[in-house]
């Protein structure tokens, strides 16, 4: 497979996942209509930062699958990770789970931790590129405890 396809694939699969769950809970966001706490980022600024690390973890993904560095460590918490992660907005905007999708997020930073200790054993820039994947969910997670105590 040329590294065209390979880094094509590795960065279509988040990214379109993700925008299907963008389509799933579309009907129901609620974001402007909650109460948010201080330093809550305008709406339009999700979509474009989840693309954005939807994308590097896509590179990420490419770059240890192209110098055949993928085992089943790496695929176990990749793919775990990202389905925690496509989870996440069901759980807080169409079913509501406001306190259940905290604890949810905890467990997603435990789990990019994790995955970019074992990205950076295999390869220093596939763990680093996934640094603002971990600080952008950290915030996430001020977010959603703040929506929770405030609603």
Do not use: H
């Not at 065209?4 to 966001?29: E, N």
């Not at 590179?59 to 775990?80: A, P, R």
């Not at 640094?131 to 609603?151: C, D, E, K, Q």
């Amino acid at each position: 497979m040329s590294k065209f396809k390979l880094y094509a694939k590795s960065i279509l699969f988040p990214v379109v996942l993700g925008g299907l769950v963008g389509l799933i809970i579309s009907g129901s966001m609620d974001y402007s209509s909650l109460n948010k706490p201080p330093l809550s980022p305008p709406a339009i600024l999700f979509p474009i930062v989840w693309t954005v690390l939807y994308i590097l973890m896509g590179v990420s993904y490419g770059i240890l699958k192209d110098k055949s560095l993928v085992d089943e460590s790496i695929n176990q918490i990749y793919f775990t990770q990202l389905f925690v992660n496509l989870l996440w907005p069901i759980f807080f905007f169409v079913l509501k789970w406001r306190l259940f999708s905290f604890i949810w997020i905890l467990l997603l930073v435990f789990l990019v931790a994790i995955m970019i200790y074992r990205f950076c054993k295999k390869d220093k820039v596939a763990g680093l590129l996934q640094i603002p994947y971990l600080l952008w969910t950290i915030f996430a997670t001020y977010l959603t405890l703040g929506v929770y105590l405030l609603n």
